[in-house]
């Protein structure tokens, strides 16, 4: 069963704009909410997360938006680079569980 | 600190065969995760364990087996392989048991030829 769904599956962006991720999770049993970075030959990279008890958090460029009434949780990128080119994932986890992750979005910002 | 470090880094293994992967959390973490990523699949949660414990498993069969050292560094072997095992492992550890921060390493590269 697919608990996390994430979307879209590409972005393109130009430098400076915001690039946007989002996903949709299931079960409200979940308790913790990361996103990670991932690029090309590389393991995934925590890049920010999240806990049900507060609707954003944010650090530097990069900023978590949490909805829990609609189960939903977002990515916004601020004044988006090159650098930050890269797969990103978001993933959902409960208690002493495992990580479920969403399929991924893959970044392209464009200079 | 050090990273999680995973050895080998790329491996290429015929069908039928077996393969052994190795993992070594951050100093410190008890818990280690392995998971499968694939370009169809995405990221799938292997099996996790906590020292020396497997307490979660996901969605394979038993070929896939893993271990646990007392110093927490763990190891992952597939038995039988099958062409459909070509996949990035990747090992994750994180420091208790709860809804804490996983760092993963860089993974290892199995083809299966």
């Known amino acids: 069963q697919q608990q996390v769904k994430q979307s879209p599956q590409s972005l393109i962006v130009q430098k400076g704009g915001i690039s946007i991720i989002n996903c949709a999770y299931e079960?409200?049993?979940?308790?913790?909410f990361p996103w990670y970075q991932q690029f090309p030959g590389k393991g995934p990279a925590l890049l920010i997360a999240?806990?049900?008890?507060?609707s954003e958090k944010k650090e530097g460029r990069f900023t978590i938006s949490f909805n829990k009434s609609a189960k939903q949780f977002s990515l916004h990128i601020m004044d988006s680079q090159p650098g930050d080119s890269a797969t990103y994932f978001c993933?959902?986890?409960?208690?002493?569980?495992?990580?479920?992750f969403g399929q991924g979005t893959r970044l392209t910002i464009n200079p | 600190k050090a990273g999680v470090t995973q050895t080998p880094r790329y491996l290429i293994k015929t069908r039928g065969q077996q393969v052994t992967l190795s993992c070594s959390p951050i100093?410190?973490?008890?818990?280690v995760s392995w998971y499968q990523q694939t370009p169809g699949q995405g990221l799938q949660f292997l099996f996790e364990?906590?020292?020396?414990?497997?307490?979660n498993k996901g969605n394979f069969p038993g070929r896939f087996s893993g271990r646990q050292f007392s110093n927490s560094r763990s190891e992952m072997n597939v038995s039988t392989l099958e062409l459909g095992d070509s996949a990035l492992y990747l090992c994750?550890?994180?420091?208790?048991?709860?809804?804490?921060?996983?760092?993963f390493g860089p993974g290892t590269r199995l083809t299966v030829l």
């Open positions: 993933a959902v986890f409960q208690g002493a569980q495992k990580l479920v």
């Open positions: 994750a550890s994180r420091r208790l048991g709860g809804a804490d921060t996983q760092y």
């Open positions: 999240i806990r049900p008890d507060v």
């Open positions: 079960n409200t049993a979940f308790d913790y």
């Open positions: 100093s410190g973490h008890r818990s």
């Open positions: 364990y906590f020292s020396e414990t497997q307490r």
